[in-house]
């Protein structure tokens, strides 16, 4: 029965004892929605407590299809990086899957079979916009890969700053092999992690490697073996996280927009980004904090001002 009919039925019943049962019917109808909407859930955002406050986890979790990057994953793929990019209070994101044994194993070529030529084009820049959007969030983000990381799912890790692998995890842009080119921005960010001839080696080959073979070539930071539970790449990325907390807030972001912008030009235009990033913090709270902080021998208490 539909919880509209039941509110009707509610609004009607002059009894009280009838009136507190349909009041109570309509309450755990609500509950029970709230919970299938829950379960139904393909990308969930947490914000943690205690000694890990200012960390957000951005979990991916659609087991049936390994975590394939589909229309209704996008879109809630979306909502958690829209969340984050506006709250001031966080100092770092890690990007991590519940799905054991899978980071993302990239598109969902059953979703993209049977999209049409006019509908293909616009899917892929939507993909390629929400992968650009983590790239964008002012904040460090980190990628903790315990499993597959294949085409756009690998093109989600690249777009993080940094990257951490359990040594079993397999990795790849293999958009090759379907006579495609990765999409997601792989053919640049995999370029500028690792140089071109090497990035042009692997996705010429649609070469899959593991996780320790991605940190000697440099796409990932860390590669680390994996646990009984496998997460040990989430486990690793909550210990930068840790490391980075202390940091003060509005420096992680200038010093991110510094290097993010200042990679892609020549040395004497990246300067003046990072003339730029300085300027955002002189002025801050933080700052004064920071100098006063060392002067008293105490740790720092940042604001975020």
């Given at each position: 029965?539909?919880?509209?009919?039941?509110?009707?039925?509610?609004?009607?019943?002059?009894?009280?004892?009838?009136?507190?049962?349909?009041?109570?019917?309509?309450?755990?109808?609500q509950?029970?929605?709230?919970?299938?909407?829950?379960?139904?859930?393909?990308?969930?955002?947490?914000?943690?407590?205690?000694?890990?406050?200012?960390?957000?986890?951005?979990?991916?979790?659609?087991?049936?299809?390994?975590?394939?990057?589909?229309?209704?994953?996008?879109?809630?793929?979306?909502?958690?990086?829209?969340?984050?990019?506006?709250?001031?209070?966080?100092?770092?994101?890690?990007?991590?899957?519940?799905?054991?044994?899978?980071?993302?194993?990239?598109?969902?070529?059953?979703?993209?079979?049977?999209?049409?030529n006019?509908?293909?084009?616009?899917?892929v820049?939507?993909?390629?916009?929400?992968?650009?959007?983590?790239?964008?969030?002012?904040?460090?983000?980190?990628?903790?890969?315990?499993?597959?990381?294949l085409?756009?799912?690998?093109?989600?890790?690249?777009?993080?700053?940094?990257?951490?692998?359990?040594?079993?995890?397999?990795?790849?842009?293999?958009?090759?092999?379907?006579?495609?080119?990765?999409?997601?921005?792989?053919?640049?960010?995999?370029?500028?992690?690792?140089?071109?001839a090497?990035?042009?080696?692997?996705?010429?080959?649609?070469?899959?490697?593991?996780?320790?073979?991605?940190?000697?070539?440099?796409?990932?930071?860390?590669?680390?073996?994996?646990?009984?539970?496998?997460?040990?790449?989430?486990?690793?990325?909550?210990?930068?996280?840790?490391?980075?907390?202390?940091?003060?807030?509005?420096?992680?972001?200038?010093?991110?927009?510094?290097?993010?912008?200042?990679?892609?030009?020549?040395?004497?235009?990246?300067?003046?980004?990072?003339?730029?990033?300085?300027?955002q913090?002189?002025?801050?709270?933080?700052?004064?904090?920071?100098?006063?902080?060392?002067?008293?021998?105490?740790?720092?208490?940042?604001?975020?001002?």
């Open positions: 029965m539909a919880t509209f009919t039941l509110n009707r039925m509610h609004l009607l019943c002059r009894n009280t004892h009838c009136r507190s049962f349909f009041a109570g019917f309509i309450q755990r109808a509950l029970s929605t709230l919970e299938s909407v829950r379960k139904n859930e393909q990308c969930k955002l947490e914000y943690l407590g205690g000694e890990n406050n200012g960390i957000a986890v951005i979990s991916m979790e659609r087991p049936e299809a390994r975590n394939a990057l589909g229309k209704q994953f996008l879109r809630e793929f979306a909502d958690c990086t829209n969340v984050v990019k506006f709250d001031k209070n966080l100092r770092v994101v890690i990007l991590r899957s519940l799905v054991k044994g899978v980071f993302c194993a990239g598109a969902d070529l059953k979703e993209r079979a049977k999209m049409t006019e509908e293909t084009g616009p899917f820049a939507g993909l390629r916009a929400s992968v650009s959007e983590v790239a964008n969030l002012p904040m460090p983000v980190v990628a903790a890969i315990d499993g597959f990381a085409g756009g799912g690998l093109e989600v890790a690249l777009a993080c700053d940094i990257r951490v692998s359990s040594d079993d995890a397999k990795m790849g842009l293999v958009e090759t092999r379907l006579a495609i080119i990765p999409g997601g921005g792989g053919t640049q960010r995999l370029a500028r992690a690792i140089g071109p090497k990035a042009k080696e692997l996705i010429f080959a649609a070469r899959v490697f593991n996780g320790k073979e991605a940190a000697e070539m440099g796409v990932v930071n860390h590669s680390v073996e994996q646990n009984s539970d496998g997460d040990a790449a989430y486990q690793r990325a909550l210990k930068l996280g840790q490391e980075i907390l202390p940091q003060g807030p509005v420096a992680l972001r200038a010093a991110k927009f510094a290097i993010n912008r200042g990679s892609e030009v020549d040395i004497a235009s990246g300067l003046s980004f990072e003339e730029a990033g300085y300027s913090v002189i002025n801050t709270k933080d700052r004064l904090e920071g100098l006063s902080a060392f002067k008293e021998k105490r740790p720092p208490r940042f604001s975020g001002e």
